[in-house]
């Protein structure tokens, strides 16, 4: 069986073949109807293949065109999740930002839409950091210790846990944001006596991984995480000399890691030799945090 390997981002999905440990680029296909019926063709013509999915979610848009092909939960949670990005990124987010800031005692609309629909944890994204520091202090609830925000103002916050890695502060040198956290739920179930039983639990957010590992291992789809560390990307671009140093003494290494030696770790996950590497986190930075 020939191995496939599918690169999908926001603007078209992208098709390789394994070709003596090599990728070989096969095709292109855009969003539009034209690159679909292109695609279905291609699926055609390799039906026998066995095909490896990564996806750049960076930014989620693309996942709304997916929603009427899905069923059951995974219908429920795309939905969830589109709402709430909805909220944060859209005219009602930015008018309670900028137009008509609200008390820092407030809960953000975007945040209330996002605990009524369930949401246990979340991450932070541009919309969090594009409105200054003090926002990003009334978005964590307060406390946050850096130049120019009162660390001791007490805000609502987003209501539930928000983790984001590799944010340190300037001032303390620490995280200005935790990079996990551990969630206490009650699972509820059935003894073989018909009785309830309740189990008090511990969840990581990293769990995810975990979960859809055993949940689509039987259906032959594996699940893995790269957790990397600093990577010199257009991102750092800003950054002033100092603070890069700074970050490459953080790392065993003592220097940032590269795009590419991200990509060889997907590509791996990806190939045949990764067959039997299931619900595994891989972390790729240098060492940061032996």
């Not at 855009?30 to 039906?47: N, P, S, T």
Request: proline letters at 5%; aromatic letters at 8%; glycine letters at 12%.
């Amino acid at each position: 069986m020939s191995s496939r390997l599918l690169y999908l981002n926001t603007h078209h999905l992208s098709a390789f073949a394994w070709q003596g440990g090599r990728l070989q680029p096969e095709g292109i296909f855009a969003g539009d109807d034209e690159g679909l019926g292109q695609f279905a063709a291609y699926l055609a013509d390799h039906r026998g293949s066995q095909f490896s999915l990564i996806a750049n979610v960076a930014e989620e848009s693309h996942l709304q065109e997916l929603i009427p092909f899905l069923r059951g939960n995974d219908r429920q949670a795309l939905i969830a999740r589109r709402i709430g990005q909805h909220f944060q990124g859209t005219a009602l987010a930015d008018y309670e930002a900028t137009v008509s800031p609200i008390p820092c005692t407030q809960q953000l609309s975007m945040y209330k839409a996002m605990g009524a629909l369930g949401f246990d944890a979340g991450t932070l994204g541009n919309h969090e950091f594009n409105y200054g520091l003090p926002f990003l202090n009334q978005v964590l609830g307060g406390g946050l210790d850096v130049d120019g925000v009162d660390a001791t103002k007490k805000c609502a916050g987003a209501g539930y846990p928000a983790v984001l890695a590799n944010v340190y502060s300037n001032k303390t040198k620490k995280p200005l944001v935790q990079p996990y956290t551990l969630l206490e739920r009650t699972l509820v179930a059935k003894g073989t006596d018909g009785k309830e039983v309740k189990l008090p639990i511990k969840i990581g957010v990293i769990g995810f991984t975990k979960t859809w590992s055993r949940e689509l291992g039987p259906k032959g789809v594996r699940v893995n995480a790269v957790a990397p560390g600093f990577i010199m990307t257009h991102i750092l671009d800003t950054i002033p000399d100092k603070v890069l140093d700074d970050m490459k003494h953080r790392v065993p290494l003592h220097r940032l890691g590269t795009p590419e030696e991200i990509a060889n770790v997907y590509c791996f996950l990806a190939s045949d030799e990764a067959s039997y590497v299931n619900g595994a986190v891989i972390e790729v930075s240098g060492g940061m945090t032996v």
